[in-house]
């Protein structure tokens, strides 16, 4: 089922399957089930603006890593995306309101927006 967006650095990214039985099966799953989602632009160089004016276009949650820490440092909805910084507006686990936080756009390391918890998210910080 669909489960939302990511972006990874490329440096991050060990391993990509093509053709094999696996994606097969996703295919014919996501076919059965009538999935369809939204194409992304992926062409030029600046996906991290892209993928921010996305989610912020279609006011969707979002999940910052920063840092290669591998963990959700930030989550909540784009606020703002300047030239060297984007503000988030946070929501915490509840759908709560939890503040603003600033970051530089090249301590980002991954993406992640619109999948099931997300929406969850969004649901909860609509009440």
């Known amino acids: 089922m669909y489960d939302g967006y990511g972006l990874e650095l490329i440096d991050n ?3 990509l399957g093509c053709n094999g ?4 099966k996703i295919k014919q799953l996501y076919d ?9 632009d992926f062409s030029g160089e600046d996906l991290v603006n892209k993928f921010l004016n996305f989610a ?8 910052l890593e920063l840092c290669d820490s591998d963990s ?23 759908g709560d309101d939890d503040g603003i936080s600033v970051m530089a756009l090249k301590a980002i ?10 929406v969850a998210l969004k649901t909860l910080s609509q009440k």
Request: with cysteine; proline share 2%.
């Open 72 to 94: 959700p440092d930030v989550q909540g909805y784009v606020n703002e995306i300047g030239a060297a910084s984007i503000t988030i507006t946070c929501i915490d686990d509840y």
């Open 109 to 118: 390391t991954a993406i992640v927006c619109d999948s099931e918890d997300k």
């Open 13 to 15: 990214i060990y391993r």
């Open 32 to 40: 059965y089930n009538n999935q369809k989602h939204d194409v992304l």
């Open 56 to 63: 912020k276009e279609r006011n969707l949650i979002i999940t």
């Open 21 to 24: 039985k696996y994606e097969k």
